[in-house]
Each structure stands twice: as structure tokens, then as C-alpha cells.
């Protein structure tokens, strides 16, 4: 299994401003992904963050809006750029060993965007 | 297209009770099904994965079964407590491409005493 740790665990913010959030991980992991929750869904793939090069995005999302950083195997961060008050969600990060294996996720940091 | 439907939307129901939840996909070709659960505020924490061989799989008082065949899983919730509320998360994923699996908006349960 693996431990993770997202800050801030959440926050409120102006519209037009940007926020990182950063994820921990307690052991190398392969596969790290940042997620979207918006209120009432289920969760959406934002990104695939890879260790050393660019983050893989899915459709409707953009390395402008959400920038994506991976230095290590153990941590990543994701940027919300230019808030406006629909980015409100909780953005949780995912990681995988494999495949086959499950994903464990953060506890999530839920965003406000006023 | 890949889809997870889950049913009921919502359930409420008295502490110990047991209840079922359905997940149904359309994921294809099929690798794994995995439940979750959510606490409100929380991750997802996995309950169960079965891959295409497995029918059944338990984890104390949640049980979930898989038939391939028909695209249907289930999980099966027994004396069920007050901290078994949460959100219950259906998630399939497909052999070979991406890793990127396919979630069900997910059934929320609420456990009265």
C-alpha cells in the first residue's frame, strides 16, 4: 500500500489567482495521477503526471489551465491557473504500482474558488 | 464507449441491515473491478479489486461478486454500521492502452441508528 499526503488540505481563493497542490507519497511509485471531484460526480482524469517529462493530459484539460510537475518518483504538484468559481472541486492524487494493482488516493484538497 | 452505471443513486438504511449495491460496465476488454469507498471529505479507500477469474471476494463485512458474463458486479454490505456511510465507488478498467480506468458516479449510502 502507500501513504499519501496532499497540501493544503483545502482552501478558498479568488477568482483569477492560482494555487499549487502538492502530493507526498511515503515509497517510489510508478504511476501518479491527479484527479477532479466536482460536487455530486465522480471522479475525472486531469492527468497522468510523469516523473521527468510532460504530464499525459485527458481531453477538456490543458497544460495552461493545470501545469503539472513530477521531480521524483515521490512527489508531484498540480497548479490551478486563473480560478474562476467553476474549478471549485476536490482535486485528489492517485498512485498506482501497476496496472493490475489498485490505486490509492490522497485524502484530496478541496478548492473554493470565490 | 466505456461506462459504469451504478444503482441505486442513493440508499438509506438501519444500522445492522444489510444491503447490496449494483455496478454495471461496459468496459471492454475487461481487466479488473475495484470498490471503493469514500468517506465524506476523504480519498476513496479500496475495498475490493477481481479480475476476470475471480467471482467473489470479501473483506469482513463487505462482499463483492463479479460476473464477467453479464457485465455485473455487486457489493454486498452486512450488519451494516453507522460508519459504513459514505459513498461507494465502482471502478472498471480495461486491458492494454492507458491505465486509465472508468468510475461510477457511485452509490451513496447513509446508515441511520
Known amino acids: 500500500s502507500a501513504v499519501i499526503s496532499q497540501k493544503p488540505s483545502r482552501d478558498i481563493c479568488q477568482r483569477g489567482t492560482s494555487l499549487t497542490i502538492q502530493c507526498q507519497v511515503d515509497?517510489?511509485?510508478?504511476?501518479m495521477f491527479w484527479y477532479r471531484q466536482q460536487p455530486g460526480q465522480s471522479l475525472t482524469l486531469i492527468a497522468t503526471a510523469n516523473q521527468g517529462s510532460e504530464a499525459t493530459y485527458e481531453s477538456g484539460f490543458v497544460i495552461d489551465k493545470f501545469p503539472i510537475s513530477r521531480p521524483n518518483l515521490t512527489f508531484s504538484t498540480l497548479t490551478v491557473s486563473n480560478m474562476s468559481p467553476e474549478d471549485s472541486s476536490i482535486y485528489l492524487c492517485?498512485?498506482?504500482?501497476?496496472?493490475?494493482?489498485?490505486?490509492?488516493f490522497g485524502p484530496g484538497t478541496r478548492l473554493t474558488v470565490l | 464507449k466505456n461506462q459504469v452505471e451504478q444503482s441505486p443513486q442513493s440508499l438509506i438504511i438501519l444500522e445492522g441491515k444489510n444491503c447490496t449495491l449494483q455496478?454495471?460496465?461496459?468496459?471492454?476488454?475487461?481487466?479488473?473491478l475495484r470498490w471503493y469507498k469514500q468517506d465524506t471529505g476523504r480519498g476513496p479507500v479500496s475495498l475490493t479489486i477481481m479480475t476476470f477469474s475471480e467471482n467473489t471476494k470479501s473483506n469482513g463485512r463487505y462482499t463483492a461478486t463479479l460476473d464477467a458474463d453479464t457485465k455485473q458486479s455487486s457489493l454486498h454490505i452486512t450488519a451494516s454500521q453507522l460508519s459504513d456511510s459514505a459513498s461507494y465507488i465502482c471502478v472498471v478498467s480495461a486491458i492494454g492502452g492507458s491505465y486509465i480506468p472508468t468510475f461510477g458516479r457511485g452509490t451513496s449510502l447513509i446508515v441511520h441508528p
Open positions: 492517485s498512485v498506482g504500482y501497476s496496472s493490475t494493482d489498485t490505486q490509492y
Open positions: 455496478c454495471n460496465y461496459t468496459v471492454s476488454p475487461f481487466s479488473n
Open positions: 515509497s517510489q511509485v510508478t504511476m
